[in-house]
């Protein structure tokens, strides 16, 4: 990357944090290029050299944030979304450590952040992401697990709610709890208690 490129890249950086900073305090309809700018420490010109509208700069700053979030997984973990339909089926169980570890680790490093992005995920175009997802890893998954496909849609809803409930109690707690307690917790409430 040269000099120019990353000087826009840091600009870019720098306004999709503005516009997370500003999500903390008001609504997405009340955010102004002028806040957007004044909190990233950029002129309107420099916002308008990089997006035409603050929608674009939402939609660069979902895809930032997820990007973010893939490079707390192995890129051995990340293939897996490559081989759904041939791996082995104890590789598509994605609660355990070998997952939930990098996942609780990015929601930590990023409480404020995730908490912000929890709170506005209909802003961020997260049910996009999760259409797309779901057609493209969790119905294939849950194929391959033979649940019905009428019922498909609701198994995910309850994993994936779940899960943000207890993100939301964790995040909500400072992230009191360590990351192994967390997983505990998740994998409890997915599959019971072992009993000895």
């Known amino acids: ?19 997370i900073a500003l999500l903390k305090k008001k609504s997405f309809d009340y955010i102004t290029v002028s806040d957007i700018c004044k909190t990233a420490g950029v002129n309107r010109s420099t916002f308008y050299l990089h997006y035409e509208t603050i929608g674009d700069l939402l939609d ?8 973010d979030f893939l490079t707390y997984f192995s890129l051995e973990n990340q ?3 490559h081989r759904l339909l041939e791996c082995e089926l104890d590789e598509l169980v994605f609660i355990c450590d070998k997952y939930m570890s990098p996942y609780l680790s990015y929601i930590k490093d990023h409480r404020e952040i995730f908490a ?40 995910m809803m309850y994993y994936l709610n779940g899960i943000n409930a ?11 709890k360590t990351l192994e307690e967390v997983s505990r917790i998740i994998t409890v409430c997915i599959y019971g208690l072992k009993s000895d």
Not at 166 to 176: F, G, P, T, V
Request: hydrophobic content about 40%; glycine content about 2%.
């Open 1 to 19: 990357m040269n000099k120019s490129e990353s000087k826009y890249f840091n600009t870019a950086i720098k306004m999709d944090l503005a516009i």
């Open 60 to 67: 660069e700053t979902a895809r930032y944030l997820l990007n």
């Open 79 to 81: 293939a897996v979304a």
């Open 116 to 155: 912000t992005v929890l709170t506005n995920n209909k802003t961020f175009g997260f049910d996009d992401v999760y259409k797309r997802m779901y057609e493209g890893i969790f119905n294939p998954i849950l194929c391959r697990f033979d649940y019905p496909e009428s019922d498909r849609q609701y198994v």
């Open 166 to 176: 207890i993100i939301a109690e964790w995040l909500k707690n400072d992230c009191d």
